[in-house]
């Protein structure tokens, strides 16, 4: 019964390269949401996609972010180009419906460093 | 605009003691929900409990309670005979029907032997 599950837990790059986070949602849960968390801060959102579909990418930064969830596969937040301000925690939820205002379920977070 | 406000930046405690971390929200919907994460420093978020707006009571969950005030918009979380383990950031979180979660700032709680 597996939880919310991001891969690379940890991920370094240099400046200007691409950084690649993938998030799986738990069975059955077809809306994930991404926060990005910086050093002592709270959980920002960036984006909330169901399959296939962007519902919310109101705090996305504009360029260089972008986020897909396919009908097959894990879902991906992609950065371009990275630079030292997007060092930082990624994390992915999941829910199982909309609508609600229910719990969340949070992987274990993608940690960016960038060099 | 700022929806949920978290005042204490930090707070200490001492070790089997209570301890209350404020939390006030801002919303116009009817329908929402309240959460409190902990995140220690191994940095997981771990959920702690849930209060829906439309609860008569509060939510409690083993050692840790919401003292949920409706009126006055606020959602404390208050942990009771503190362990050394509960040393963690704690976070105070709104979902509004539909949307996506938003957090407060965050608490740094230090427990003390």
């Known amino acids: 019964n597996a939880g919310v599950m991001q891969n690379p837990r940890h991920l370094v790059r240099r400046r200007g390269q691409e950084a690649r986070l993938r998030c799986s949602p738990m069975?059955?849960?077809?809306?994930v949401y991404w926060y990005r968390q910086l050093p002592e801060e709270g959980l920002k959102f960036m984006v909330y996609?169901?399959?296939?579909?962007?519902?919310?990418e109101s705090g996305m930064p504009k360029e260089r972010f972008s986020a897909e969830f396919p009908k097959e596969g894990p879902s991906i937040l992609r950065i371009q180009q990275v630079v030292r301000g997007d060092s930082a925690a990624y994390f992915c939820?999941?829910?199982?419906?909309?609508?609600?205002?229910?719990?969340?379920?949070f992987g274990e977070g993608s940690r960016l460093t960038v060099l | 605009a700022q929806k949920i406000t978290q005042t204490q930046p930090g707070m200490f405690v001492q070790e089997k003691e209570a301890v209350t971390l404020d939390c006030t929200y801002d919303t116009s919907d009817q329908s929402y929900g309240l959460f409190w994460y902990k995140q220690p420093s191994s940095g997981e978020m771990i959920f702690l409990i849930y209060?829906?707006?439309?609860?008569?009571q509060n939510a409690t969950e083993g050692r840790y309670s919401l003292n949920f005030q409706k009126a006055r918009k606020s959602a404390n979380l208050v942990i009771s005979a503190s362990q050394l383990g509960d040393s963690a950031m704690y976070f105070c979180?709104?979902?509004?029907?539909?949307?996506?979660?938003?957090f407060g700032a965050g608490t740094r709680l230090t427990v003390k032997p």
């Open positions: 209060q829906g707006s439309y609860d008569e």
């Open positions: 939820a999941s829910s199982p419906t909309t609508g609600g205002t229910g719990e969340l379920f």
């Open positions: 979180a709104m979902r509004e029907g539909g949307n996506d979660m938003r």
């Open positions: 069975k059955g849960h077809s809306h």
């Open positions: 996609l169901q399959k296939e579909n962007i519902i919310d």
